[in-house]
C-alpha cells in the first residue's frame, strides 16, 4: 500500500512539471535511433502551401530558361539546371535553400557567356574583288584607265555600288610554279628549268613575295613549298625529274586546293594569287576534269598562265585545253615558237603581273546561295582588250558552331 502511495504521488509530480512547462508531446526530444531513421528517410511535401510555393518557383524560372538558351547547348544546359533545383526544392519539403535564386542568376549568366562563346555568327561579305589586265591591239599594256573607262556586268547586271578602283603594280604575289615533268617534255625540260628559275628570280620579292614549286607526271610532287627565297626555289625546280605519264588536271587542282586556297596569311593583306604551268597540255593520268580544274582555280581567285612546251609550230589538241583553262581564269595562254621563246614568256607574264587593275565592288541581288555567277567586263574604247575571269562562285551563307565545320 505504502509502495502504490509514492508511486501515485510520483506520477502526479511528472504531470503536474509537464502542464507547468507547457509543452506537449510532440515536442519532446526524440530518441537517438528515431533522430537516424529520420535523416535517412527522403522527406515528403505535405503541406499545401509549400507545393504552391514550388509551383511559383518552377513557372517563374521556365520563361528565363527559354530566353537565356538561344542556341540548342545553352538550353540543355539551362533545363538541366532548372530540373535539378525542383528536385532540390522537394527534398527539402519545397522550401529552396537561401542562395538558390543567386546560384540560378550565376548559372544562367555562366551559361549565357559560354553560349555566345560557342556561337559563331558568320555573316557573308558580299563584295567582289576582281583583278583585270587592259591592252591595245598591239598588246601593250594601258595602265591610266578610270571606273568610267570599263563596263562591268555582274550576273548580268551592273553593280550596285563601286567601292575601289585602282592599278595595282605593287601588290604581293602569291605565285604557284607547275612544271610537266611527264616523258612527253623530257628532250627540253633543262631548257625549261633554267628559265623558271630565272623567272622566279626576277618575280619573287624577298620579305613580299611567295612561291612554290611543283613537278607533276603521273602524281604531283612539291619540291619546295612557299617561300620568298630564290635559293630554295631554285633548287626545287632543278630537284624536278622528268618520267611517267600526265596527271595535269590533278595538279592544277590540288595546287589551287591545298596551297592557294587553304594558305592562311600572316596579317591581313591583299595579294595576287596567279599560277605558271608550264606543260604540252596533254593530259592522261587525272582523276578530275578539265572542268573541275577550273572551277577549283576561280574559287581559290586564282589566275592561270599557260606556256605551252609544244614548239611544232601546229596547234595540237593540248594547246587548247591550256588556252581554255588560261581564258576561264582571266591568265593568257603563250605558245612559243621554238624553246628559247619559252624564257620570253616568262618575262611577259612578269610584266603582266606588275600591270593590272583591281576592283571592288557590290553586285546588285546578290543571294549567298552557292551558284556561278558570271562576270562581264570590257573597255568603253573599243580598240582595249581587257582579260579578266569570267565569274566566280557565291559563297553560301551559314550560322556555325564554333568548331563545329
Known amino acids: 500500500m505504502y509502495c502504490m502511495s509514492r508511486l501515485f504521488t510520483l506520477f502526479i509530480v511528472l504531470v503536474s512539471?509537464?502542464?507547468?512547462?507547457?509543452?506537449?508531446?510532440s515536442e519532446l526530444p526524440s530518441a537517438p535511433s528515431?533522430?537516424?531513421?529520420?535523416?535517412?528517410?527522403?522527406?515528403?511535401?505535405?503541406?499545401?502551401?509549400?507545393?504552391?510555393?514550388?509551383?511559383?518557383?518552377?513557372?517563374?524560372?521556365?520563361?528565363?530558361?527559354?530566353?537565356?538558351?538561344?542556341?540548342?547547348?545553352?538550353?540543355?544546359?539551362?533545363?538541366?539546371?532548372?530540373?535539378?533545383?525542383?528536385?532540390?526544392?522537394q527534398n527539402n519539403g519545397g522550401s529552396p535553400p537561401p542562395d538558390t535564386s543567386a546560384k540560378q542568376k550565376s548559372q544562367s549568366a555562366g551559361s549565357k557567356s559560354e553560349d555566345e562563346a560557342a556561337t559563331t555568327?558568320?555573316?557573308?561579305?558580299?563584295?567582289?574583288?576582281?583583278?583585270?589586265?587592259?591592252?591595245?591591239?598591239?598588246?601593250?599594256?594601258?595602265?591610266?584607265?578610270?571606273?568610267a573607262d570599263i563596263n562591268l556586268l555582274d550576273d548580268n547586271k551592273p553593280p550596285a555600288k563601286i567601292e575601289d578602283f585602282r592599278s595595282e603594280t605593287d601588290l604581293p604575289l602569291r605565285v604557284g610554279l607547275l612544271v610537266d615533268a611527264s616523258n612527253s617534255i623530257r628532250d627540253r625540260f633543262t631548257f625549261e628549268q633554267q628559265s623558271a628559275i630565272e623567272f622566279l628570280s626576277q618575280i619573287v620579292r624577298p620579305r613580299k613575295d611567295l612561291a612554290f614549286v611543283l613537278g607533276f607526271d603521273t602524281t604531283p610532287e612539291i619540291t619546295q613549298d612557299f617561300t620568298s627565297d630564290s635559293d630554295r626555289l631554285a633548287k626545287g625546280v632543278r630537284n624536278l625529274r622528268p618520267g611517267g605519264?600526265?596527271?595535269?588536271?590533278?595538279?592544277?587542282?590540288?595546287?589551287?586546293?591545298?596551297?592557294?586556297?587553304?594558305?592562311?596569311?600572316?596579317?591581313?593583306?591583299?595579294?595576287?594569287?596567279?599560277?605558271?604551268?608550264?606543260?604540252?597540255?596533254?593530259?592522261?593520268?587525272?582523276?578530275?576534269?578539265?572542268?573541275?580544274?577550273?572551277?577549283?582555280?576561280?574559287?581559290?581567285?586564282?589566275?592561270?598562265?599557260?606556256?605551252?612546251?609544244?614548239?611544232?609550230?601546229?596547234?595540237?589538241?593540248?594547246?587548247?585545253?591550256?588556252?581554255?583553262?588560261?581564258?576561264?581564269?582571266?591568265?593568257?595562254?603563250?605558245?612559243?615558237?621554238?624553246?628559247?621563246?619559252?624564257?620570253?614568256?616568262?618575262?611577259?607574264?612578269?610584266?603582266?603581273?606588275?600591270?593590272?587593275?583591281?576592283?571592288?565592288?557590290?553586285?546588285?541581288?546578290?543571294?549567298?546561295?552557292?551558284?556561278?555567277?558570271?562576270?562581264?567586263?570590257?573597255?568603253?574604247?573599243?580598240?582595249?582588250?581587257i582579260r579578266a575571269r569570267k565569274g566566280y562562285f557565291a559563297p553560301k551563307g551559314e550560322v556555325a558552331k564554333a568548331g563545329g565545320e
Open 17 to 25: 512539471g509537464v502542464v507547468a512547462n507547457g509543452q506537449s508531446s
Open 121 to 147: 555568327i558568320r555573316t557573308v561579305v558580299n563584295e567582289v574583288n576582281l583583278v583585270f589586265t587592259v591592252t591595245d591591239k598591239h598588246g601593250r599594256f594601258i595602265k591610266d584607265l578610270k571606273p
Open 34 to 89: 528515431a533522430v537516424l531513421k529520420q535523416r535517412n528517410q527522403p522527406s515528403q511535401v505535405v503541406a499545401p502551401a509549400q507545393g504552391s510555393d514550388a509551383q511559383a518557383n518552377t513557372s517563374a524560372q521556365g520563361p528565363a530558361n527559354t530566353t537565356t538558351g538561344s542556341s540548342a547547348s545553352g538550353t540543355e544546359t539551362q533545363t538541366s539546371t532548372t530540373g535539378t533545383n525542383q528536385a532540390a526544392q
Open 245 to 385: 605519264g600526265t596527271a595535269l588536271y590533278d595538279a592544277l587542282y590540288g595546287a589551287c586546293r591545298d596551297k592557294l586556297l587553304k594558305f592562311q596569311e600572316k596579317s591581313p593583306v591583299t595579294t595576287r594569287r596567279a599560277i605558271i604551268l608550264l606543260s604540252d597540255g596533254e593530259d592522261n593520268q587525272s582523276r578530275v576534269t578539265r572542268e573541275e580544274a577550273i572551277e577549283m582555280a576561280q574559287r581559290a581567285d586564282t589566275i592561270v598562265y599557260t606556256i605551252s612546251t609544244n614548239i611544232s609550230g601546229v596547234k595540237s589538241r593540248g594547246d587548247k585545253v591550256l588556252e581554255r583553262i588560261a581564258d576561264a581564269t582571266g591568265g593568257r595562254a603563250f605558245f612559243p615558237f621554238k624553246i628559247e621563246d619559252v624564257a620570253n614568256a616568262f618575262s611577259e607574264v612578269q610584266e603582266e603581273l606588275r600591270s593590272q587593275y583591281a576592283i571592288s565592288y557590290k553586285p546588285a541581288d546578290f543571294t549567298p546561295d552557292g551558284r556561278f555567277r558570271s562576270i562581264q567586263i570590257s573597255a568603253a574604247n573599243k580598240k582595249y582588250k
